[in-house]
Each structure stands twice: as structure tokens, then as C-alpha cells.
């Protein structure tokens, strides 16, 4: 299950990186939605440093069980190239806090339960779940927004 869960999250980041590819400096800076009141959604640059964030968050979540000391990502982003560099340590930093779990049994991991701050209770499933699906909604965004904006 681990192994699975880690493919798949490293494949949509792969597919964000892509789509992150297609635009420059510039744009990743620029404000494409000064309608919305969410400041992670303003940006591309907004949007990739609140899904940086987010993955260390939801892997924070899982080392509670090692009791890995929690590692909050505030670094500013402010290049698509610094911006797939910051995802990469991510997924390194997730692979290796998942590498240390990997010898539980799956009966093991249905047993633990996390409490995240936006107040949802998730088994280790479900929160890698929500982790991906997270990425495949904010390329989703990225997508819409720059088909709008051309």
C-alpha cells in the first residue's frame, strides 16, 4: 500500500512539473485571479508554494508516528525552477519519512488516525489519498487558470 500511494504521488507531481513547464518567470509570478479572497490561489506561485506546503504537512501527519520531529515548509518560491526543486525535496523528504514505515503491516497502518488542523480525522490511506488528489485539483486549477488568462 505504501509503495502504491508513493507512485502515484510522485506521478502527479510529475504531471504538475509538467504543466509548470509551460510557463515562464513571469508568469508564474503574476496575480491571474485577483478575484479570489484565498492568497494561495492568486498565483501559480501561490498556488505551487500552498501545495509545497501542503505535501510536507500531510507527511508531517504520518512521521507523528516515528515521532519524526515536524517539518514546516516557509521557504519563499519564487521561479518555476525553484519551484521544482522545492518539489522534489518534498517527495525525497516524503519517500525517505515513508521509507522508515515501510516494514509495518498493513494491519498496523489501518490502525493509525490523524487529527489535521482543517479538523478531518484521516486513516494513513485516506490521507495519502487526499495528498494526491490535493496535487491533481491545484494542476487542475493551473490549467484552467492559463487557459484563461492566454
Not at 21 to 31: G, H, P
Request: overall charge negative; some cysteine.
Amino acid at each position: 500500500m505504501i509503495i502504491a500511494l508513493l507512485d502515484e504521488y510522485i506521478r502527479v507531481f510529475k504531471d504538475y512539473k509538467e504543466v509548470l513547464s509551460t510557463i515562464s518567470d513571469s508568469l508564474f509570478e503574476k496575480i491571474l485571479d485577483s478575484e479570489t479572497k484565498d492568497e494561495d490561489c492568486k498565483s501559480v506561485k501561490n498556488i505551487t508554494f500552498h501545495v509545497v506546503q501542503s505535501g510536507y504537512t500531510y507527511i508531517n501527519y504520518v512521521n507523528t508516528i516515528t515521532n519524526k520531529e515536524w517539518l514546516e515548509f516557509e521557504k519563499s518560491i519564487k521561479t518555476v525552477s525553484e519551484s521544482n526543486l522545492e518539489i522534489d525535496k518534498m517527495l525525497d523528504f516524503t519517500e525517505e519519512s515513508l521509507n522508515a514505515i515501510i516494514e509495518k503491516t498493513n494491519k498496523e497502518i489501518e490502525q493509525w488516525k490523524f487529527e489535521t488542523r482543517w479538523k478531518v480525522t484521516y486513516d494513513f490511506e485516506q490521507l495519502m489519498e487526499h495528498a494526491i488528489v490535493h496535487v491533481l485539483r491545484h494542476r487542475r486549477q493551473i490549467e484552467r487558470i492559463l487557459n484563461v488568462s492566454k
